[in-house]
T-cell receptor, first 114, second 115 residues
């Protein structure tokens, strides 16, 4: 049972335009959501997070939106840069017996073309 | 900035051999995680430690995998015997504590290839 889903395996955008990456979850008890970025042969690096008490969090070019009723979150990157090309993972934590572990989606590969 | 250290970065082994991975979390981080990432999929938790105690090993294939964190600092993950399906990236992560929602810090991972 995939509790966190990223239904788009890949996304290609032009440099300077907006990139929108989407993520859906099924467990309504999740209360903390994160986005990680991963380059090949490296570990994931933290990008941005959001608590379930908020619906938006912004950090520079990165903004995460949370829609709890739809169990959906998205990451907006504006403007997109070639260095943003990587795999992006959505992750969630929370629920009964929460141990702090993160449950990850399958990832979306973003390609930003110059 | 402090980092999670992992070694080796790459490991090639033949099936039925034993392999071991090492992780040193960020100093002061009580919680340590081992994740496995298969190409094209997201990381999946294998085992979680709080200090030296196992908190969650429900997804660890215990017939062949073992993990320890004897002094509550660094940790070793072992596979014996390795199988072809074990080829993946093994990621170690740490966090200050597990009682409040917070981000995990990941190491660079060990890329395992089983031939």
């Amino acid at each position: 049972d995939q509790q966190v889903k990223q239904n788009s395996p890949s996304l290609s955008v032009q440099e300077g335009r907006i990139s929108i990456l989407n993520c859906d979850y099924t467990n309504s008890m999740f209360d903390y959501f994160l986005w990680y970025k991963k380059y090949p042969a490296e570990g994931p690096t933290f990008l941005i997070s959001i608590s379930s008490i908020k619906d938006k969090n912004e950090d520079g070019r990165f903004t995460v939106f949370l829609n709890k009723s739809a169990k959906h979150l998205s990451l907006h990157i504006v403007p997109s840069q070639p260095g943003d090309s990587a795999v992006y993972f959505c992750a969630a934590s929370g629920g009964s017996g929460n141990t702090g572990k993160l449950i990850f989606g399958q990832g979306t590969t973003l390609q930003v073309k110059p | 900035e402090a980092e999670v250290a992992q070694s080796p970065r790459y490991k090639i082994t033949e099936k039925s051999q034993a392999v071991a991975f090492w992780c040193d979390p960020i100093s002061g981080h009580a919680t340590l995680y081992w994740y496995r990432q298969i190409l094209g999929q997201g990381p999946e938790l294998l085992v979680q430690f709080q200090d030296e105690s196992v908190v969650d090993d429900s997804q660890l294939p215990k017939d062949r995998f073992s993990a320890e964190r004897l002094k509550g600092v660094d940790s070793t993950l072992k596979i014996q015997p390795a199988e072809l399906g074990d080829s993946a990236m093994y990621l170690c992560a740490s966090s200050f504590h597990a009682t409040a929602p917070e981000k995990l810090f990941f190491g660079s991972g060990t890329q395992l290839s089983v031939l």
